[in-house]
């Protein structure tokens, strides 16, 4: 048994921005957790919703989720 990572197909929601990285595009899911983890870490992470017109629908959410191959 092993694990394979792909992009989440969500629609993206918020763009957000590491230090030192491009800007990245993240689903709710996913910028609750990232929130999550720049808090622990004593970060601020500013997460920027996007405009009701974003229409660009070949975006995604830029974040990797597991897939449990059997």
């Known amino acids: 048994m092993s694990d394979e990572y792909v992009l989440c197909e969500?629609?993206?929601?918020?763009?957000?921005?590491?230090p030192g990285q491009n800007e990245?595009?993240?689903?709710?899911?996913?910028?609750?957790k990232l929130a999550a983890i720049a808090d622990a870490m004593g970060f601020h992470l500013q997460m920027i919703p996007l405009d009701s017109r974003f229409d660009d629908n070949?975006?995604?959410?830029?974040?990797?989720?597991?897939?449990?191959n059997e």
């Open 58 to 68: 070949d975006r995604k959410c830029d974040q990797k989720v597991r897939v449990k």
């Open 24 to 32: 990245q595009y993240a689903c709710l899911e996913h910028a609750v």
């Open 10 to 18: 969500e629609l993206p929601i918020f763009r957000y921005t590491w």
